[in-house]
């Protein structure tokens, strides 16, 4: 069957413009990897409490347990980055399979280290999968649809968010607890793993040509990068930076704080997070789709603030009933204001710095959460409780919004128009 007849799945919300098999696929293929990344990065957050007990964590170190994960994203970009040398699709290859052997290994884990080491790994595979997952949809995707297609992606993770949700409500019944959730997560990975066999080269980096590895070519590819987009990569760094910083303790300690400030109990978080990860998943691809019509800037400075302000209320005075409606909109807001950020780093750039900008977006955005997620710890010990330190932590959110203000306007232009 030809790859120009128009695709055949009907789509949540479809795409502005008409797409073929050959572009469905992908999108399906690096999609199914999202939804199983979702789900695997939402299981420390919901399980924490569980994880937390079994493994003998202090209050004081959740945050800089994350921390640890989140350095990862140093050796992730040096793997992302090397797909601008031989390819994106060798790259999702090693990086699926990666992720979907230390998942596994982390339902193994015997103690707090060796948990920390396997969830290390399968996020240094993971937050590169991530990063490529994007570059590939900013390649194959129509000018005039990548807001959706970006949206769609992250639509993916979201209902693999949701997934976890749903397992996570039978964590007390389920045959060894937490570990269940992360062996139930890894078998699904080496079927995509296998799946990916099928998944093309992307037409812009086929035309470009393989460099191969040579020895310091990654460190030359991140020096042209910066001597030839100077101002785009700093304002990406300062917008992601902030964005990172404000937000990443919030996402992770959102569900640790429904259960113990809230006291709803693990079914009713995932009564809260599953129909709430629907609502997002439509919401989420709908902004995308804004975007394409209005512009990334708009959409993206709206997702930003109203993911502050409703992370702000849900952390603080908000009334307990109000806390899952603050959630929806928080997380809603976060992945579509993320997924705009993650998408002006892929647009502005020449395909031959692209996986090397995408990484560098992320491990910025990873790095200062990180920080944050350290310093959480610390600002736990001096106010007294979570809230009012991730409150604090969510005072960086205008740094974000004003450096988006000094991003070109990339909506509804071919990437090669971008970088003329």
């Not at 073929?20 to 990065?41: H, K, N, P, Q, S």
Request: aromatic share 12%.
């Amino acid at each position: 069957m030809s790859d120009a007849q128009p695709a055949k799945f009907l789509w949540l919300l479809r795409p502005p413009v008409t797409i073929d098999r050959r572009t469905e696929r992908i999108l399906l293929l690096v999609g199914a990897a999202a939804l199983f990344a979702g789900y695997d990065v939402n299981i420390f957050g919901l399980a924490t409490p569980q994880i937390q007990a079994s493994l003998h964590i202090p209050e004081n170190q959740i945050g800089l347990t994350l921390a640890y994960f989140r350095i990862a994203a140093i050796v992730a970009l040096l793997l992302a980055a090397s797909a601008d040398l031989v390819g994106r699709r060798r790259l999702l290859l090693v990086t699926i399979f990666g992720q979907a052997v230390f998942t596994l290994l982390t339902a193994f884990a015997p103690d707090y280290l060796s948990f920390v080491g396997a969830q290390f790994l399968t996020r240094v595979f993971g937050y590169a999968e991530e990063m490529l997952c994007f570059v590939v949809v900013a390649e194959e995707i129509d000018a005039r649809a990548r807001g959706w297609a970006n949206s769609t992606l992250v639509a993916f993770y979201f209902f693999g968010g949701g997934l976890a949700a749903a397992v996570f409500g039978a964590v007390e019944i389920l045959p060894f607890g937490w570990r269940a959730l992360y062996f139930l997560g890894a078998l699904p990975l080496f079927l995509v793993a296998v799946l990916r066999r099928h998944l093309p080269e992307t037409k812009r980096f086929e035309a470009q040509g393989e460099s191969g590895l040579k020895a310091g070519a990654l460190l030359d590819l991140l020096r042209g990068l910066v001597r030839r987009h100077r101002r785009r990569v700093v304002t990406i760094v300062i917008a992601a930076g902030a964005w990172g910083f404000a937000v990443s303790p919030a996402t992770f300690l959102a569900q640790k704080y429904l259960q113990e400030a809230g006291h709803f109990s693990p079914g009713q978080v995932s009564l809260i997070l599953i129909p709430g990860g629907l609502i997002g998943l439509g919401l989420a691809i709908a902004a995308g789709r804004i975007s394409d019509r209005l512009g990334r800037r708009p959409v993206a400075l709206a997702m930003a603030a109203l993911c502050g302000i409703s992370f702000l209320l849900f952390f603080g005075p908000a009334p307990i009933w109000t806390m899952p409606v603050l959630w929806v909109l928080a997380f809603f807001a976060y992945f579509a204001g993320d997924t705009m950020i993650a998408g002006f780093a892929l647009e502005i750039v020449p395909t031959q710095y692209r996986a090397t900008m995408g990484g560098l977006r992320y491990l910025v955005e990873i790095g200062a959460g990180a920080v944050a997620l350290a310093l959480e710890g610390v600002l736990y010990d001096l106010l007294g409780g979570h809230g009012p330190a991730l409150q604090w932590l969510l005072a960086a959110i205008p740094i974000t919004l004003i450096a988006i203000l000094f991003l070109p306007e990339p909506a509804g232009r071919k990437l090669e128009e971008m970088t003329a």
